[in-house]
C-alpha cells in the first residue's frame, strides 16, 4: 500500500543551527502535503498545508520564517526548522494525501531534540 | 472552517464492541469525515474514512448521522492492540484540515 516516509527519523542539533526534516511518499504522488507537531502526550498540531509548487499555508501562530516549508516536487515535502532552540524540540509528522476523497498517509514522525 | 468535537477518553473491555463519537455540527457538505489512530511515538495510523454513507473495513466501521453534524466509529471487538488515542478529522473541499484533540481508549483485558 501506499507509504509515507520521514527522514530522519530522529535528530539531535545544536541550539541555533538549522536542521531539515524531509518527508516523501513512496508510491503516489501526494498534490497535498501537511505537517505537524506534537508535544508529549498532547494532541497534533496542524502547523502547515502544502501544495506542488506554491507556498504553503500555515497555520495561526506557526512562525512562517522559522518552518520553512518546500514542496518541491509531487513525491517530496521538506521541513526546515531555521535557528532552532530547545523550546522547538517536538515530535514532527507529516502526511500526504492524493486526492481529496483519497486516504491520508501519516509518516513514522521525526524526532527532534534540540541541546 | 468546521470544528470537531470528541470525548477525552473512553474505556473498554477486551472482546467488546467500542463506540467512539465525534460531534461536527458546522460540517458542510462536502467535507469528509477521517479516522485515525495513534500509538505514543508512533505517526497516526489510518481507520477508516467516508463522506455520507456508513463505512465498513476489516479494521472498523464509521456511522454517519443523517445530518453528517455526527459520526460514530464503531470497533466491534476491541483488542489490546486498540488502545491508542484515536482521532476524528475532517477534509474540506480546499483540503483545510479539522481536528480536535483525540479520544485516549483504554482497553482491559
Known amino acids: 500500500g501506499a507509504v509515507v516516509s520521514q527522514h530522519p527519523s530522529r535528530v539531535i542539533c545544536k541550539s541555533g543551527t538549522s536542521v531539515k526534516i524531509e518527508c516523501r511518499s513512496l508510491?503516489?504522488?501526494?498534490?497535498?502535503m501537511f505537517w505537524y507537531r506534537q508535544f508529549p502526550k498532547q494532541s497534533l498540531m496542524l502547523m502547515a498545508t502544502?501544495?506542488?509548487?506554491?507556498?504553503?499555508?500555515?497555520e495561526q501562530g506557526v512562525e512562517k520564517d522559522k518552518f520553512l516549508i518546500n514542496h518541491a516536487s509531487l513525491t517530496l515535502s521538506t521541513l526546515t526548522v531555521t535557528s532552532a532552540h530547545p523550546e522547538d524540540s517536538s515530535f514532527y509528522i507529516c502526511?500526504?494525501?492524493?486526492?481529496?476523497?483519497?486516504?491520508?498517509?501519516f509518516g513514522e514522525g521525526s524526532w527532534l531534540t534540540v541541546v | 472552517d468546521a470544528k470537531t468535537t470528541q470525548p477525552n477518553s473512553m474505556e473498554s473491555n477486551e472482546e467488546e464492541p467500542v463506540h467512539l463519537p465525534c460531534n461536527h455540527s458546522?460540517?458542510?457538505?462536502?467535507?469528509?469525515i477521517h479516522w485515525y489512530r495513534q500509538l505514543p511515538s508512533q505517526g497516526p495510523e489510518y481507520v477508516i474514512h467516508?463522506?455520507?454513507s456508513n463505512v465498513n473495513n476489516r479494521m472498523a466501521s464509521l456511522a454517519i448521522a443523517e445530518d453528517r453534524k455526527s459520526s460514530t466509529l464503531i470497533l466491534h471487538r476491541a483488542t489490546l492492540r486498540d488502545a491508542a488515542v484515536y482521532y476524528c478529522?475532517?477534509?474540506?473541499?480546499?483540503?483545510?484540515?479539522?481536528f480536535g484533540a483525540g479520544t485516549t481508549v483504554t482497553v482491559r483485558a
Open positions: 502526511s500526504a494525501i492524493q486526492g481529496r476523497g483519497n486516504t491520508i498517509y
Open positions: 508510491d503516489f504522488q501526494a498534490t497535498t
Open positions: 502544502s501544495n506542488e509548487g506554491s507556498k504553503a499555508t500555515y
Open positions: 458546522t460540517i458542510s457538505g462536502t467535507d469528509y
Open positions: 467516508g463522506l455520507t
Open positions: 478529522i475532517l477534509l474540506s473541499n480546499d483540503y483545510k484540515l479539522s
